[in-house]
């Protein structure tokens, strides 16, 4: 997904005991009609921020993983440092 931003990962995860989709292993096996509502799911999400966005390609769990090491590696670089520094302790109230 792309928006105003520019790339906007999307992760889909579903439960391993989920009785409708837990026999799926990979996005491709996820037929037309379900594709379909998991897209427009994300654009009226995207719509409701008012921002314009596309839907690249779904890709597989390889890219799926990617996607959350990179996020985990950004919020340590980006995120982390601001709340070693006293300042979560701050906005928690303390």
Known sequence: ???D???DDKVIAIHLDD???AHFRHISELTGRRRDELERFFLD???L???AVSIEDMK???QAQRAIREAAR???EKIR???DDGAHAARAGA
């Open 74 to 76: 950004l919020y340590q």
């Open 1 to 3: 997904m792309v928006d």
């Open 19 to 21: 009785p409708e989709y």
């Open 49 to 51: 921020e008012n921002k």
């Open 81 to 83: 440092p601001s709340m």
């Open 60 to 62: 597989g769990s390889v």
């Open 45 to 47: 999400c995207k719509r």
């Open 5 to 7: 931003k520019g790339p």
